[in-house]
């Protein structure tokens, strides 16, 4: 087979690449490659077709973990979207829903065809002649970083993977070149070994000087915190002596997973988050503060925090101290946006569909405003607060005024939570400053305040175009997206967040805290309240030790001082910080707790009750079921590819 290379127009944009699977080795026409790296802004355009190869991370029916632990759902009209089908369970090897091995389905292409691009970039960027030293340099190390990048990708998706560490020779067979899947260890150096050669390269930019022609291309920090994710990963359950998989042998006889677990990779994962701290702070790269955001008028602390919140993930990347790497080539536009908008006017209608909803579970990861979970917290345990929270109504006043409409009854679940639940999540008789002409008032507590039951404006347009559980995902939606006027919407775009420094901190948290030596009930090492703090003091919260030592029930007091404890409050931080990022769903399964954890029933209120009363809106109702077994941990591999390659070994379970 032969492939015509089509190459990108600009960095920023990317380029749509003709698709082949990692058996296609037949290299391009002579003349074709001669035309890519005829001189330096060709070889730029192919570097742009190297860096579009990426997973899209902002597409539901692109990206596994957009809906995979259900933070987000679709309403039932819509849920034979790709995202869907395989967050529900209907992934086959016959005909994979998001296949990134193969390159169909909803996947826009094989990974393998992204790699095969940047193998063939590294093999002819030599004989560009109008590049100087150090610009080659930096491409290298740029395409480098992608080829590490998918590889790491291909192995959270699959599991042990075909390693394509180089171009197939010309005059290499048919039989010569059936590859096969390598041991997972095998898979995860691999990786390593191309992020070291990059950071000791020293070749990438500690920041993008020019913003007008190079946002979204690596800088210095991206293959150091990669590298600490990588790290932490192999480091994980999943990867780190998985018995489990004891029976998933090779070709050879031999165990795809290592069999023994290795504690000291949580030393050197935690080592290398360390490391990622210091070269992010160093160029620049932090938590974005309340000062960072730039305010049009003045606004009370509550909508400025909740406001800061929000745009330390939707924020331009231009002007986003956190991002560490977002994905410029399939930003998160109105393909998203649109879908996450309340309406708040009659004209709006057919701009905002509110198609993805926040199921209840997600309502219950986020704090009491105390900073501890609902279900730890002694003010939620008084009067059976906790276990009647999704039963009871209640009227906002004058405390909640600004995140809740005054006199207005909603759920008790909606009062007293911390700022990450408001800034993340929509609600009925909710408050929603922004994204419309006419609410960014002077008096804070006259923004608007969605509604959303029978028969108001927020509650449904048409049969299919409906929040179906009740809560709105207000974190992906970027605060200068906005109304003109009742009828038009203007969209902001963002790179979605691959990698962020919230992120990075829960991650050197948690690296640190299993590094520690001792079992579950071990003293926990003070260290780690460092990192984990920065994250909560951003979100107005204090610090995890006086926060469960002065709110939590008896029982649970001492929590953080232990390394079993703090692994909990870790993983819930986790959740809580990066909820509708798509993180939880890689974070379950490296941790191995999918199988027990997504396995529920995934529920909102009863938006489709025809009755505008609170009592018949307010039912928790059953939408789906999620399901989640052993086989899912990783996906299949494409019986096609099987039947191309009968090298090829299936995973367990398909």
Known sequence: MKTIVKYGLSLCCGAIIASCNYLDVVPDELPTLDDAFADRYTAEQYLAT????????????????????????????????????FALGEDNPTSPVINYWGGTGTAIRSLYAGIRECNTFLDNIGEVQDLKSNERDRMIAEVKLLKAWMHFYLITYYGPICIVRES????????????????????????????????????????????STELGRFTE???????????????????NGNTDYSSFKNHEGASFFNQDKDPTRWATAAEACIKAVEVCLTNGIRLYQTTDFLQTKPMSDTILLINTLRSAVSEQINMNVEQIYGNTSYPCGANVQRHCLPRFESGSAA??????????????????SNGIPLEEDEDWAAGDKYNTRFETLRPGDEQHRYVIQLNEVTSAVNFDREMRFYAALGFDRGKWYGNHYNNEPNN?????????????????????????????????????????????????????????????????AETINEATSGDDNAAANPDIYTYIDMVRARAGLEGVVKSWNDYAIAEKR??????????DIIRRERQIELALEGQDYWD???????????????????????????????????????????RDYFAPIPESDLINNPQLIQNPGW
């Open 588 to 630: 379950r399964k490296r941790w191995k707790t999918a199988h027990r954890e997504l396995n529920h029933n995934i529920q909102g209120w009863n938006v489709t009750a025809e009755d505008i009363s609170p009592q018949a809106y307010y039912v928790p109702t059953t939408i789906y079921a999620l399901r989640f077994t052993m």
């Open 50 to 85: 190297c860096y579009w190869g990426l997973p899209k991370a902002a597409g539901w029916d692109q990206n596994p973990a957009f809906l995979g632990s259900m933070e987000m759902t679709q309403n039932p009209e819509f849920r034979t979207s790709g995202g869907m089908r």
């Open 558 to 567: 001492g929590k953080p001082l232990t390394k079993g404890g703090m692994r």
């Open 444 to 508: 804070d507590a006259e923004s608007f305040y969605v509604q959303a039951r029978y028969s108001e404006i927020a509650n449904r347009v048409s049969n299919s175009e409906y929040c179906a559980t009740g809560y709105w995902a207000k974190k992906l939606v970027a605060l200068n997206t906005r109304w003109r006027d009742a009828n038009e919407l203007t969209y902001m775009p963002y790179p979605y967040p691959d990698l962020r420094f919230s992120d990075l901190l829960l991650l050197t």
């Open 168 to 211: 197939a020779p010309v005059n290499e067979s048919t039989q010569g070149i059936r590859v096969y899947r390598e041991k997972i260890d095998d898979c995860f150096r691999y990786v390593l070994e191309l992020l070291e050669e990059i950071i000791d390269s020293r070749a990438l930019p500690d920041r993008i000087t020019n913003r």
């Open 221 to 239: 920090a991206v293959p150091y915190a990669l590298k600490a994710r990588v790290l932490a990963y192999w480091a994980s359950d999943l990867y």
């Open 351 to 368: 701009n905002a569909t509110s198609r993805l909803s926040v199921p209840l579970h997600v309502v219950d990861w986020f704090y009491s």
